[in-house]
């Protein structure tokens, strides 16, 4: 009996916040862009850095006098917390709230497949800042995009460049499993296909480590058996620490390659400077070495408000997406996702951005991502190679 | 309880109760946004695995902490057999289930005979080696940490089952039969059999039960439903990866069908609302959301350890165990 | 050789932590047939003791005592701590739910561990932090062919000193043969004049002080800690636990050995990526065919 009551009050409770959850009015008030990261969580470093960041681009272009007129620009920012589940109802979340024009979204690309699957459905553009698998731009969607690089281009760019400059031939290959870690370490061998062949280099060790785990000597005892000239690590930063500390420890002296999520201040911190210094990157640019004047003007700002810049490099595209989209939307005069679609694939042209040149390809990927060879130098600064 | 209502307007809400909660449950998708229906639909999806759990551990007793490894088996074999070979995502609910169904016949017949807890670390390495062959990706076969993607809705003729509604009705007339199949199971022989399995095992052998049949076709059958929620829930999300099925979704399974209340079937639905619905609703809660949550399981077992819906009314009274929270053990 | 050599060292290291872990889980497990998913935490928890308490006094303990004294005093601090934090643990959250049976206590221990686990989150933040690189000793040893650190090899040979004590109090003393009793035979136990509260108050306080003393060590060896360290910890302890025999104590550390070993096996001559799987499935094999565990008394089921 209370069972039933119980029972019955918990539904009326739920239906009752699906009617609170969301309707705002339209037409002169705000323009809303939507922001979806992973603002708890295992990633929930990069989620917040990320949505200061569209607020900081959302403030500035509100400074400037907003868009459409006048109309000021409001983030409106669902968690979901780098899990798929999670981000598939914070998709869905997202595309219920009437108002919304654009989404910037999101980090991880697993949670970006369904998530974008259903933007798609709702018509409503959804832009990737941290999401870099080959695939997502491989489905043939209409309302994706993305303004941060992929793993190929990077692959391309280890293969390319670093078997070079360490005159190195034979390399080991270490990855996490990650869905972000086994796409990059997939891609670079890929790109290390033509070397290979020609008999330029050897990859001596291709292997996963697990995250969360403390202890690698095991596998890196294993490495070291296979005499590596050059140490390509894929994963994340907290392994990545670990890893050169204890390869150091075993003895291993190879150079120690990190790729773009291996190594930040964190990586550092944990490490030591001792260990850290020496160590290299493959990296899009650090927001610090942007060039343009935009990215100056955003970092002080966003230095303004939280003590120092962004550590990573997807925030400042998460940034960029806002600017895009706010571009996308003043020009058009619409905040009609098919609209503004149209204008991002075919027309958007010039738009300077923080990262740079702001374009997309056919695809929706975003058109000329830089990379360069980062090393942690003496006073733990991470600089670009010479 | 009765006690504080007239005898006849309790008997009355009574009646009414199970028509008003169907009534609640049909009127909600209309009633609130997409995002809550969803939520009604992942609410509907762990119902429905906590009814299979409920088979191995309500009903017989048996502690299975790896559970998420079947979801995951019917939820990757609709997704591999949709994806590669087009076969409707709906045909495949079946499929998925006897996929899952002959995978749980195959790794527990080996070790059905052992004890309870060595029982329930092989069911949590079973788990585990499910989940890390998903990683993998065997024979290229699942894609490894990315999941397979790309999978169609279910879809039945020229109808396409797409919207949140849509999935939320598939879910919830699933679980309405499941339930149903599950009654009269729990009042079959096989239904007593189990029970009396949990109670006493050794018993139950000296009155000629088949014991290790009737625990390998709890395992069976709890696969197979587990599998059907797999399926569903791969047509719903249209992707899959290992990240959905690892060792804390079966906690969380088990915690389902203690909360609820061990083989008591209304008692495992509630027992999915508090798990799904509720850290939504602590979401004010902010950082100390999972706090609070824990402290909430904690206390759920301390005042009603039979669970929201026992079966049978086993709890203690929550005046005894404060009594005993600070008396020393005799 | 020289290979194998090594990377048995590196198997036992882990290993040896896993014995220590698992021997807290053991009791605990033994005494009350309670899985005390905390234990991980409370592991956890010591090692972030650990760590502030080496941040704070850094100034202290490097320049005047050194870093030697600083892991000493971090684990005394360590373990003292949870000694207390284990007993109120279990008074709180576990002795209440004792009469309801195991399942709901299973329950309530996850809920203990979720509990636990996000108080680290909101007390230290959810970034990895890191053990001060001036409270780690620096030295470096050479033996022979090999080339160790100096913490490698205390930590190795505390950990071994451990056990052994701990193996010569469980089966050589009266509290460890009052804890081998109770876990046997609760009630004939109980008769034979030995107090179970003692007994309890005993295992909660060395079970999570012997995980927090683990959890500095790991803190210094490994630097890096996070709060969600305890559950993998805690998940290979259990399986180090049912590996021994449930109800053998000493058992568990044996099996934290042997799982050390056999996941440095796995890792290293089969595949790192695999190397759970292979963990698993031994697991799985050894108790097919000696299904109380490895070290398990075959006791009679009373009918």
Known sequence: MKKYIALSFLMVLVALSGFAGGATEQGQGPVLIGMQGPITGAWAYEGQMAKQSCEIAAMLINQKGGILGGRQIQIVAEDDAGEPKTGALAATKMTGHKGVAASVSTYGSSICEPASNIYEKAKMVNIGYGVTAVRLTERGLKYFFRTCGRDDSQGLFFAEYVPQKFKARRIAIMHDNTAFGKGLAENTRDALKSLLDAGKVDIVYYDAVTPGEKDFRVPLTKMRETRPEVWYYTGYYAEAALLVTQAREIGITSPFVGGNAAINDEFIKIAGLEVAEGCYMTNEPLPGDLPSAQAAEFLKAYKDKYGEIPSSPWPVYAADAVNVIAHAIDKTGSTDGTVLADYLRDKVDGVQGITGQIGFTGKGDREGVPFYLYVVDGQGRIVISK | MSAHLPVSLAAGLRRAGLPLVLALFAVYPFAAGAYFVDVGFFFGIYALLGLSLNIVLGEVGLYDLGHAGFYAIGAYTTAILNTRFGIPVLLLLPVSALAAGLFAYLVTSPVIHLRGDYLCIVTIGMGEIVRLALINNPFGLTGGPNGVYGIAAPSLGFWVLDSSREHYFLVWIVVGLAILALRRLQRSRIGRAWNCIREDEVAAQATGIDVRRHKLLAFVLGAVLAGVAGNLYAGKLMVVSPESFTFWESCLMFCIVLIGGMGSVPGVVIGAAAISLFPEIFRPFATYRMVVFGLAMILMMMFRPGGFWPRRRGGLEARDLLARLWRRHD | ?303
């Open chain 3, 1 to 303: 050789m020289r290979v194998f050599l090594e990377q048995l060292i590196n198997g036992l290291t882990i290993g040896s932590f896993y014995g220590l872990i698992a021997l807290g889980y053991s009791m605990v497990y033994g005494v009350l047939k309670l899985i005390n998913f905390a234990h991980g935490d409370f592991f956890a928890l010591g090692s972030y003791l650990g760590y502030t308490l080496l941040v704070f006094a850094s100034a202290v303990l490097t320049t005047h005592l050194g870093p030697w004294t600083g892991m000493l005093a971090a684990m005394a601090v360590a373990a003292l701590s949870l000694a207390l934090v284990g007993v109120l643990v279990e008074r709180a959250a576990y002795r209440p739910i004792y009469p309801a049976g195991r399942l709901p206590a299973v329950v309530s221990a996850l809920g203990a561990s979720i509990i636990i686990q996000n108080l680290i989150m909101i007390v230290w933040g959810p970034r990895y932090q890191a053990y001060p690189a001036s409270a780690i000793p620096n030295l470096r040893l050479e033996v022979g062919a090999f080339g160790f650190t100096a913490l490698q090899l205390a930590i190795l040979g505390i950990s071994f000193a451990l056990m052994a004590g701990l193996y010569f109090l469980i089966q050589k003393t009266t509290w460890g043969a009052a804890v081998r009793a109770t876990a046997l035979d609760r009630d004939t136990a109980a008769l034979m004049g030995i107090n179970f509260s003692r007994v309890i108050r005993f295992i909660f306080t060395l079970g999570p002080a012997l995980g927090a003393l683990t959890g500095v060590m790991v803190g210094m060896y490994y630097r890096q800690i996070s709060f969600t360290m305890g559950w993998s910890y805690g998940l290979k302890a259990f399986t180090a636990t049912i590996l021994g025999g449930i109800g053998n104590i000493p058992g568990a550390m044996f099996g934290g050995l042997i799982l050390g070993v056999v996941e440095m096996l796995a890792s290293a001559y089969v595949s790192t990526a695999w190397k759970d799987v292979f963990v698993f499935l031994i697991l799985i094999l050894v108790l097919i065919f000696r299904p109380t565990g490895l070290f398990g008394e075959k006791v009679a089921e009373k009918v």
